[in-house]
């Protein structure tokens, strides 16, 4: 599976969008973007997942580049339950939700009042 | 709906001891199931794969005859911790494959003394 690199942690005020970006300069054509989070001693979440195109659920956008090397998820309006770490991860779609998630070190997100 | 549960949420054994932990899916059935654990401050490492009915698949590095996995049905699948130590103390999350994602139970944390 191609590596994601993201940063350790970021800071966010409460309200504002954060923006939580994911390197995947490996990644391969047959492989979607999939991100989760993980709520303090709680199993993780899953949060959205795309391939090329962006993608927005209830929770959150996902913006990737055109040569889809990286990856931008959006919390439009952060609260402070969106505290977390954040997972970005490379997986191929072939076995579907049958493939085992490999999981990196996450970033933490934290939402400041 | 995609909702997984654990059972228990926290244990503590004696070191020598064996410990099993539950986990069911609610509203959904699944073939696949994944278990996994997190060391204080690290992230999720996958220890085993298991399909229904079948033997399961062991990441390197995870003792088989440490860790049993019973996957008795579409809804169920169980991790018993034989001859616990403190080492083993970690906490323990499972996750059941389900259209295109995989939906994590809350956890289980296990304190080994």
């Known amino acids: 599976d191609a590596k994601t690199t993201q940063p350790t942690s970021m800071d966010c005020a409460e309200g504002r969008a954060a923006n939580l970006p994911c390197n995947h300069s490996?990644?391969?054509?047959?492989?979607?973007v999939y991100w989760y989070r993980q709520i303090h001693s709680q199993g993780p979440q899953y949060i959205i997942h795309?391939?090329?195109n962006n993608e927005t659920n209830e929770m959150a956008s996902l913006i990737i580049t055109e040569d889809r090397k990286s990856s931008t998820l959006i919390l439009p309006h952060a609260t402070l339950r969106d505290t977390a770490v954040y997972y970005c991860?490379?997986?191929?779609?072939?076995?579907?939700?049958?493939?085992?998630?490999?999981f990196g070190k996450g970033t933490l997100l934290t939402v400041n009042p | 709906g995609a909702v997984v549960s654990q059972h228990p949420s926290r244990v503590i054994c004696k070191s020598g001891t064996s410990v099993k932990i539950e986990c069911r899916s609610l509203?959904?059935?699944?073939?696949?199931m994944f278990w996994y654990r997190q060391f204080p401050k690290q992230s999720l490492m996958l220890m085993a794969t298991?399909?229904?009915?079948?033997?399961?698949?062991?990441e390197q590095g995870v003792e088989k005859d440490k860790f049993l996995i019973n996957h008795a049905s579409l809804t169920l699948s169980t991790l018993t911790v034989t001859s616990a130590h403190p080492e083993d103390s970690s906490f323990y999350i499972c996750?059941?494959?389900?259209?295109?994602?995989?939906?994590f139970g809350p956890g289980t944390r296990l304190t080994v003394t």
């Open positions: 991860i490379v997986r191929p779609n072939s076995g579907g939700s049958n493939y085992k998630l490999t």
């Open positions: 490996t990644i391969s054509g047959n492989e979607y």
């Open positions: 795309g391939l090329k």
């Open positions: 509203d959904f059935q699944a073939t696949t």
């Open positions: 298991s399909n229904e009915g079948s033997k399961a698949t062991y």
């Open positions: 996750s059941f494959g389900h259209g295109e994602e995989q939906y």
